[in-house]
């Protein structure tokens, strides 16, 4: 998928703690029923960000100990993905070494880290998750 | 009718393993959180929880769970790799997978019902050590390492009462499977120390504009041009410059696909054909799963032939820039 190109020259501008603040909110809403054993001790005081290189644009994430917040740069480590991409892997089309493989992903900073958080969504069982969604969105991602 | 050989599927994390039953393994192979077995990547691997709910998920479905405990138990640290034998025999794992003498007297003695394999990295490669691990200890099986070519295969089957599983698909590692301690070089652990080679906290990917650097503990291990296919960081599988000359000196990044020659392998009695790749998603499992299903469903019969659509299925997964029979095949010899 593809933004329309008005939407990705809006998104391009938009500031990234928005974003950033309402994914550390769903984190912190999804972690009990997720991820019940995991204390996440890996991530504390750790900032992972996920760019979406097509637009420029991202969101960046902490773990204070208790909860998912949003966090300034620089990140300790840093994903690098299309849009495309990125929706690729959530619908676990393909799996992120493949895309590693063919250079459409990038993980720069704190390899143990990025590889932590790629094993713990791994490990996850996201169906759950999808049917969260509202329905015309969960269409649009081909859920 | 030709006896097929078992489908024996990798799996990291609980949808991995559910992914490759739902899929057509007949078994699949998992391990500990901890350096027990020879994956132990951050946050990859079974809590006990989860291992019972897969067992029960696999064990349903008539389908089996093997538990790697491939990696050499480390002086003083002895007790960590027998409680780990017996945990898999509590939670009722159908086999548990060794390489380390030691543990197999243990596991031998203390749980004689426990069915054992003689892991990849046990390096057996000839019927002499295979049958003497079966005196001695018992196992019913054993994974070949990734050296022998088909005729060498045949001759091993031949010549021993245990079971004999081949790999059949994914990452090929530097060929000295059990005796590897290339990464101790630059980071001081190894496969058969710690569990893992090119440790995630030593690996450093930079970018210079298009240009990917992998690094090893700071040394540069490789350099990927805009649009050349990356590989796993690890040493056997960099590019060096040797007498003037950058390139693969060791090992190129390249997978295993033993498809064309699956009729062969049931043919000289293969028992069971394995899938590398624990450390990787639910996607690459169902994929390769389901491909290696189809393929070995047909293998057996007449006229079989390798389908386009299974090595474009495979080709996508693969590491690096090709596919290879690896050992198997040496024409030259």
């Given at each position: 998928m593809k933004l329309p190109a008005p939407l990705a020259f809006i998104a391009r501008r938009l500031p990234e703690a928005p974003p950033s603040f309402a994914l550390a909110t769903a984190l912190n809403l999804a972690r009990p029923k997720?991820?019940?054993?995991?204390?996440?001790a890996w991530l504390t005081g750790k900032t992972v960000r996920l760019l979406v290189s097509d637009l420029d644009r991202g969101v960046n994430l902490t773990f204070d100990g208790q909860r998912f917040r949003s966090a300034s740069l620089p990140a300790d480590v840093t994903f690098g993905a299309s849009l495309e991409d990125y929706l690729i892997l959530a619908r676990r089309q393909e799996d992120p070494d493949t895309l590693f493989f063919q250079r459409r992903l990038t993980i720069e900073g704190d390899t143990e880290i990025g590889l932590a958080l790629k094993n713990l969504l791994d490990s996850t069982d996201l169906a759950p998750l999808f049917a969260l969604l509202p329905r015309p969105l969960a269409a649009r991602f081909g859920l | 009718m030709t006896r097929l050989p078992q489908l024996i599927c990798p799996a990291g994390s609980l949808p991995a393993l559910k992914t490759a039953v739902d899929n057509g393994a007949d078994a699949v192979y998992t391990g500990f959180k901890n350096a027990t077995n020879a994956r132990n990547f951050a946050g990859l691997n079974f809590t006990d929880t989860q291992l019972a709910e897969g067992i029960r998920y696999a064990q349903s479905r008539g389908r089996e769970v093997l538990i790697a405990i491939n990696t050499f138990a480390q002086a003083g640290r002895l007790a960590e790799w027998r409680a780990s034998i017996d945990r898999a025999a509590d939670l009722g794992a159908d086999a548990i997978i060794l390489a380390d003498m030691g543990l197999l007297a243990y596991a031998h003695k203390t749980h004689p019902q426990l069915k054992l394999h003689l892991s990849v990295q046990g390096s057996a490669t000839n019927f002499e050590a295979i049958n003497l691990a079966h005196e001695c200890f018992g196992i019913r099986r054993a994974v070949l390492p990734r050296v022998l070519t088909l005729p060498q295969v045949e001759y091993v089957i031949k010549n021993t009462p245990v079971e004999i599983e081949t790999f059949g698909f994914g990452s090929l590692c530097v060929m000295a499977e059990g005796r590897c301690i290339l990464s101790s070089y630059a980071t001081g652990q190894s496969p058969n120390t710690h569990g893992v080679c090119s440790p995630a906290a030593f690996v450093r990917w930079d970018n210079q504009g298009k240009i990917m650097n992998a690094r090893l503990n700071g040394i540069l291990i490789d350099r990927f041009d805009e649009g050349e296919p990356a590989g796993y960081p690890t040493l056997c599988k960099g590019r060096f410059a040797v007498q003037g000359e950058t390139y693969y000196a060791l090992e190129e990044p390249v997978s295993l696909n033993v498809l064309s020659i699956l009729p062969e392998l049931i043919r000289i009695g293969v028992t069971a054909i394995k899938v590398e790749g624990?450390?990787?998603s639910p996607a690459y499992v169902s994929e390769v799963t389901k491909t290696l299903r189809a393929a070995l469903d047909t293998?057996?019969?007449?006229?079989?032939a390798v389908k386009p659509e299974w090595s474009t299925a495979l080709d996508k997964v693969s590491e690096g820039h090709q596919q290879t029979l690896g050992a198997y095949s040496r024409p030259w010899k």
């Open positions: 997720f991820w019940p054993e995991e204390d996440f | 624990r450390q990787r293998a057996g019969d007449e006229g079989y």
